[in-house]
């Protein structure tokens, strides 16, 4: 809805005042955001497929200017994921280093702790990055760039 006095309002809520982060959840989620947007669907390993894949992160600017939507590009909550009940994708599975992902659920503990013994602390030594994720069932994965469905 655009403001009634001409006046548009903006806000980045994870750089917001309001915005919180515990250790394991937040009260704003960037992928949930891009889900809602339609810019993809979820998947085995939790992230967000949109039609560049799930190797990458969201940002979000909430806004009252009228914008004309893009078409959602997908129905169903994990319509890009290949797991879908129709075909069985076991990679970002294979690839987890914390046995974190199975085809029912994920184990945010199991992957949390391998994160806190394994990278938090030992990347930005060895590689001089920064990072909150091993980002290893988000790549070389079929889903990693493309949206693995519109590939077929
Ligand atoms: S690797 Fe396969 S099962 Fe895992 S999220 Fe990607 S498409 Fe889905
Ligand atoms: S970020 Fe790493 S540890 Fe966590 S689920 Fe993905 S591959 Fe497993």
Redesign the pocket.
Known sequence: MGGGNGANGAVAPVISEGYLQEIQSSNWSERHTAFIAGLGTFCL?YALISEKGCAGRYGSVITDIDLAPTPRTAKGLMENCLDDGDGVCNK?IE????D??SHEK?DHN??MM??IENVVGVYPEKYGVYTS??????TSTPCDRVNPKREK
């Open positions: 390993s970002c690839r987890c280093p914390a974190a992902i994920k199991a992957c391998y994160i994720g091993c980002g290893k069932c988000q």
